[in-house]
Structures are given as C-alpha cells and as structure tokens.
C-alpha cells in the first residue's frame, strides 16, 4: 500500500511538469559530471585538441537511459503502418491525427501524405502537406471521397474529450469515425489504432475499447484485413487471427493499442 502511494505522488507530480526520476539521476549525474570535466581539462592542458571550451551545457541524466526507445505503442504501430502505405503503394495517402515525428515522418520518407488535425502545424519539411480541420464538425467537401488510403492511430480516442482543445462531445470518436469513413473511397485502406482493453474514459487524455466495441464499430463498411495489437508490456503481436476468447479479454490487454488493417466496402 506504501508502495501505491508513492506510485500516485510520482504520477501527481508529473501531471504539475515535475519528473521525480529524471530529478533523482540528474542529481546522481553531478559527480560523474564534474569528474569527467576535470579530467578533459586536464587533458586540453597537455594536447590541443582544436575545440575550445566556451559554454558548458551538463546533460547529466543520458548516462542513465536507454540509446533510444524501440517499444511500446507509437514506435510499434508507426513502423508497421508505415511499412503496409509502403507496399500497398496508394494514390493518395491522407492522416488524420497521428504522430508528425513518427509515422507521418515514416511515410514522408518515402512519399508524399496529406496530414489533417484540429491543432496547427507549421513545417517546411518535403512530403508533408497540412490542412487543419476539426473531424468531428462538418467535412470539408475537399475531404469527401478524397483518398484511397487513410490512417488515424492513436488520435480516434482523444475526440470530444477536449484534450486538444476539441468541444466536449461524448460521443466524439463516433462522430469523427463516421467522418473517417466519408474520406475513404470505396475499396480504400483504413488504418486504425486506439488503446484497447476493458472499455472506459481516462479523462480527459483519452478512451479505451473494448475489443468487442471496436470490432462493432466497423463492422459492415469495413473487411478486416489484419489485426495486431502491443501488449502492455510494449511489445507487438503482428496478425493475430481474432478468435472469441481473443475479443472477450482484449488479447489480454489493460491498456494495449490495437492497429486494424481495414478495407471499406460501401
């Protein structure tokens, strides 16, 4: 119980911008900090090396942590979406929502992707065309029809729950989902990813489905190509046949990310 509460503090103090763990390994990094500063100064006394010291800028946590992050949610489902744009090679590729220095940088490696969210973005970057649009109002006519292939991962969840500045809309996912729909042409790829397990609101960061919800949800527009989910431990199942036991536990998941592979019939 002792351990719970100070569980909850840690995440209390994030909420108010405070990182207790990156506070604590700064502090541990001071030592070996000043150590090897001394050490190199010592060595400039005796070689010159070319670079002089001007500023000094101590980065004392990177000792610590991992040379990057290769799990979880957004660094499983942006690969493997970005690798399916890539061999289905669409006419026109259209995001809504997700990740600009993830899957959409991905994809623009590659190929041009129009990029559509309620929040501005300014960016010079080649490949990336942004139009700003709130998917839970009223479509853009430019939108309707307008693409062959469309992702949305990790964004559907946040509609309506004013994270983003968006209006309160219970039933927001619902709303941009239909709107999703009107932007796919018959026959064109829906890529789709949302927290999944036992269904409920964290408010105000997001929604989480229930495997069973989710599956309701396209039936009918949709065929189900494929399905992959990361557990919560991070890690990712790729094309997971869906049996009942599969839907009624959520693959076993609490928070995972399911991806559907979708291909709109009508």
């Known amino acids: 119980m002792q351990y719970k509460h100070i569980q909850n503090l840690v995440a209390g103090l994030a909420l108010l911008g405070f990182d207790v763990r990156k506070t604590a390994d ?24 070319g670079f002089p010291f001007v500023n000094i800028y101590p980065c004392l946590t990177d000792r610590y942590a991992q040379s990057g992050v ?3 949610h957004y660094f499983h489902q942006d690969l493997l979406v970005a690798r399916k744009v890539f061999h289905n090679a669409p006419e026109r590729h259209v995001d809504v929502g997700s990740r600009i220095d993830g899957f959409v940088a991905h994809v623009a490696a590659f190929r041009e992707i129009d990029v559509v969210d309620i929040r501005n973005l300014i960016s010079s970057a080649k490949n990336i065309k942004f139009l700003r649009s709130d998917l839970m109002g009223e479509l853009p006519g430019s939108l309707i029809g307008c693409c062959d292939s469309l992702s949305c991962l990790h964004a559907l969840e946040h509609f309506g729950l004013g994270r983003y500045g968006d209006p309160i809309k219970i039933d927001g996912h619902l709303m941009g989902f239909r709107n999703l729909s009107r932007m796919v042409k018959t026959g064109g790829k829906l890529y789709l990813s949302v927290p999944i397990g036992p269904q409920r609101i964290e408010f105000n960061a997001h929604r989480v489905f229930s495997l069973g919800y989710l599956l309701d949800m396209v039936h009918g527009n949709y065929r189900l190509d494929s399905f992959s989910f990361v557990d919560d431990e991070g890690e990712i199942h790729e094309n997971i046949p869906l049996g009942q036991e599969q839907i009624a536990n959520n693959c076993g998941c609490v928070y995972g990310c399911g991806i559907l592979e979708l291909t709109k019939l009508s």
């Open 26 to 49: 700064s502090i541990r990094g001071i030592v070996p900090f000043l150590r090897d500063y001394r050490k190199l100064r010592q060595q400039t006394r005796q070689v010159d090396g």
């Open 70 to 72: 290769a799990i979880g």
